[in-house]
Nanobody, 124 residues
Framework: QVQLVESGGGLVQAGDSLRLSCAAS????????MGWFRQAPGKEREFVAR????????YYADSVKGRFTISRDNAKNTVYLQMNSLKPEDTAVYYC?????????????????WGQGTQVTVSS
């Protein structure tokens, strides 16, 4: 069983940056691909980014490509999401998730463990 705890959310202005962290425990972190999803009020939870177990492969939603960067440190059992040039439409609760080996990268149901989420609010 893998436990995930997100941190780093907050209230920022449009154009600012934030870095989210997700600390994992209870499992072999290096065996899992890791993803970030987000859910805005009244909307479905949507895919944001994914990184392979080794960190050698990344994948992004079109809406964040070029602004967000996912990375991981397997020695620290932590995955990060660097968010630059934030927009009001990025406002959401951000969740990290762990995925056993899978060819699916952006489907919520393909992820096995989830954190509780961290709120990101971007004011205009």
């Amino acid at each position: 069983q893998v436990q995930l705890v997100e941190s780093g959310g907050g209230l920022v202005q449009a154009g600012d940056s934030l870095r989210l962290s997700c600390a994992a425990s209870g499992g072999t972190f290096g065996l899992y691909a890791m993803g970030w999803f987000r859910q805005a009020p009244g909307k479905e939870r949507e895919f944001v980014a994914r990184i392979s177990w080794s960190g050698g492969s990344t994948y992004y939603a079109d809406s964040v490509k070029g602004r967000f960067t996912i990375s991981r440190d397997n020695a620290k059992n932590t995955v990060y999401l660097q968010m630059n040039s934030l927009k009001p439409e990025d406002t959401a609760v951000y969740y990290c998730a762990a995925q056993r080996p899978s060819t699916t990268v952006n489907k919520r149901d393909s992820y096995d463990y989830w954190g509780q989420g961290t709120q990101v609010t971007v004011s205009s």
